[in-house]
């Protein structure tokens, strides 16, 4: 089998494939979940010999809202603390930041071929859904929850 049969295969066999994307600029491109509710992309991009985990975050607008009632020194400080703790996983990280405000995370890894099994795929997928809860925690633990007036439910409500 190939790559990407091998991929699908493996993501198939975890009941983590959900979708088969067409993307003009990637040999495949599946989106999975992992854990329950979360959404991933592996790519291979076109012509390039790796795969790559990508999970990219909205930040909520109550959660941005929070960030800027916080003084500039907490902002910036929390900017830092999550370059800091990203950078920690090993990770390929992209932080939209506007006036000191969070508005977007990217987490990304990549297997190359020579590396890629069913066990390093799924621990690179595991290792970038950790990096977007670290990213999550620390938001909570710098900003609090906000509170909003809806009917409590069991759906992620941090991010949209």
């Known amino acids: 089998m190939g790559i990407e049969e ?3 295969q493996w993501l198939s066999d975890e009941d983590l494939l959900r979708e088969v994307k067409y993307d003009e600029n990637a040999d495949f491109h599946f ?3 992992f854990p329950k509710d979360n959404i991933m992309d592996v790519v291979k991009p076109e012509g390039k010999d790796c795969i790559v985990i990508a999970c990219a975050t909205q930040v909520a607008p109550e959660h941005m809202n929070l960030m800027r009632q916080a003084d500039s020194m907490t902002q ?3 900017i830092m603390a999550l ?3 990203l950078n920690s996983f090993m990770v390929d990280f992209e932080l ?3 006036n000191d405000i969070l508005q977007q995370f990217v987490v990304t890894d990549q297997i190359f071929e020579d590396g890629l099994t069913k066990n390093e795929l799924i621990k690179t997928i595991k290792k970038v859904f950790k990096s977007k ?3 999550i925690w620390l938001i909570d633990q710098k900003f609090g929850r906000p509170i ?3 009917n409590p439910s069991n759906e992620n409500d941090m991010f949209i």
């Open 133 to 135: 809860l670290h990213c």
């Open 83 to 85: 370059n800091f703790g």
């Open 96 to 98: 939209k930041v506007s």
């Open 31 to 33: 989106i999975v979940e």
């Open 76 to 78: 910036k400080d929390f």
């Open 148 to 150: 909003v007036n809806v």
């Open 6 to 8: 091998n991929v699908k």
